[in-house]
């Protein structure tokens, strides 16, 4: 066997130790391994009625960081878990997105990107290649499964058996970032997304487009915000989009002087920019508001002459420091909890009101897809009741009297909750709710089956996996 090229030149080839880091533990430690798992094993009884297949995405580094112990969640390469139910029966399959990251350190055996692709961390041959996770979302549209993260394009995968098809940017249209919260239009088929920094890092322009059911690209409009920042998700009606822009904020100066890209600023404020959906840059409207840091709406949808917003939101964020170098205190008010803004879009005021719903710590918000952009009644998320960073309370909450369900058990971290909606059922929220939670006393990975109407009694049924899923973020169900 001839030698390989590291081997030649002396560099072992070996997979290292992870370093001892939070975010490569416990219920995030990577799993390195993919599997197919043809019949999984069930507690209790699964749903007949339950037909389709549930993605999910979220990060499982194959190789350590590069530079020692830095680390951060949000870089580990993306693994696409792929549940299908049929007849009271499911089959799993996981497998890595090959990005072009992937490809470069499979080859290299090692990790060749700086953490969150820092540059001044990557090794010189990577210098000039594309950084590329795919670890955020996984969202079906236009016949075509796509994995995104908010820093590039997306990667088109074969939804059957997983395989990586390509970079996907309809067809050249697109060669900047695309957040991995697109909207869904189910009426129209359309799909709503933005691309944030839009012009390159540190830029203040976003960019807005729209893709038909098809999945052509119809609509690219780019719009200048009042400075650049960090907006992970943004707010879509039937008629309007609505751009978040919170003073978490990037500045390419600081970075160069200090190394910190990115800090919190809450003396510049929040500011939302509605445009119509139909409309141009030129129709983009400017609404403000204190200080607000969000990772996710829950929805948006119109009511009479204002736009409702139900999101999960804090005061201030954890995830950068202030100007001093300081991070904000538990006082400023750090926990996200469930709120509605409204912005009214017929009179004279250009500021945003807010109405708090809930006061326990939450997160992963999620309605009933097919009701995106219209009003709905119910949202579905995870919680927590004293340690907000650790979310073991499912919560339904009903928007129509204004109630909550709670479910959880010691023994369970819990993930994103998805709804898939009973076969051949047209209403709100009749279906079942699927969570990939940690088993704390297992240390393996359960998917729990929850009757979306009546979460308090437990799980349904218990899909038991042979191993543990990597803690991660967004999914989405495909129905039969």
Not at 64 to 76: K, N, Q, S, V
Not at 113 to 124: E, Q, S
Not at 268 to 290: C, L
Request: aromatic residues 10%; charged residues 20%.
């Amino acid at each position: 066997m001839p030698a390989s090229a590291d081997a030649i030149s002396g560099r072992s080839t070996m997979t290292q130790p992870f370093p001892d880091n939070i975010f490569l533990s416990g219920s995030m430690a990577p799993s390195g391994i993919e599997c197919d798992a043809p019949d999984l094993v069930i507690d209790g009884e699964l749903p007949t009625d339950l037909q389709g297949v549930y993605f999910r995405n979220g990060p499982d580094p194959i190789y350590p960081p590069r530079g020692g112990a830095e680390y951060h969640w949000f870089h580990g390469d993306g693994m696409i878990q792929r549940f299908e139910f049929c007849d009271g029966r499911v089959s799993w399959k996981n497998r890595w997105v090959r990005t072009e990251k992937y490809e470069l350190e499979r080859e290299a055996g090692e990790s060749l990107f700086g953490v969150l692709g820092n540059p001044m961390n990557a090794a010189p041959s990577v210098a000039d290649k594309h950084y590329n996770t795919a670890n955020t979302h996984i969202v079906w549209h236009g016949n075509k499964l796509l994995a995104l993260m908010e820093g590039t394009i997306a990667v088109e995968l074969n939804p059957d058996s997983l395989a990586t098809l390509g970079n996907f940017d309809y067809n050249g249209m697109i060669d900047g970032p695309i957040t991995a919260h697109p909207k869904f239009d189910h009426a129209s088929g359309e799909m709503i997304f933005f691309g944030n920094q839009a012009k390159g890092p540190f830029s203040e322009f976003l960019r807005l487009n729209v893709a038909d059911k098809e999945g052509n690209l119809i609509t690219s409009e780019m719009i200048e915000a009042p400075f650049p920042s960090f907006a992970h998700d943004f707010f879509v009606t039937e008629n309007y989009v609505v751009f978040p822009v919170y003073p978490l904020v990037f500045n390419l100066e600081r970075a160069i002087e200090s190394g910190v890209p990115m800090a919190w600023e809450p003396d510049r404020g929040a500011h939302f920019g509605v445009m119509p959906r139909n409309g141009t840059a030129d129709d983009i409207v400017w609404h403000d508001m204190d200080a607000r840091w969000s990772f996710h709406m829950v929805n948006a949808w119109e009511e009479g002459d204002a736009i409702k917003v139900d999101v999960c939101s804090s005061n201030a964020t954890r995830f950068a420091p202030m100007l001093d170098g300081t991070m904000a205190s538990e006082s400023s008010g750090l926990t996200p909890t469930l709120r509605r803004w409204s912005i009214d879009l017929a009179g004279g005021k250009k500021t945003v009101g807010e109405e708090m719903l809930d006061d326990m710590a939450c997160e992963f918000p999620r309605t009933d897809d097919r009701f995106m952009t219209r009003s709905h009644r119910h949202a579905y998320l995870v919680g927590a009741l004293e340690n907000q960073l650790v979310f073991n309370k499912l919560i339904h909450y009903d928007r129509t009297t204004g109630k909550r369900k709670l479910w959880g058990e010691d023994r369970y971290l819990l993930g994103e909750p998805i709804l898939a909606p009973r076969s051949g059922s047209p209403d709100e929220g009749d279906g079942y709710l699927l969570n990939l939670a940690f088993n704390k006393e297992t240390s393996l990975t359960d998917l729990l089956i929850f009757d979306a109407s009546d979460i308090e009694v437990g799980p349904v049924a218990t899909a038991k996996l042979p191993l543990r899923i990597p803690t991660g973020f967004h999914g989405s169900w495909v129905g039969a």
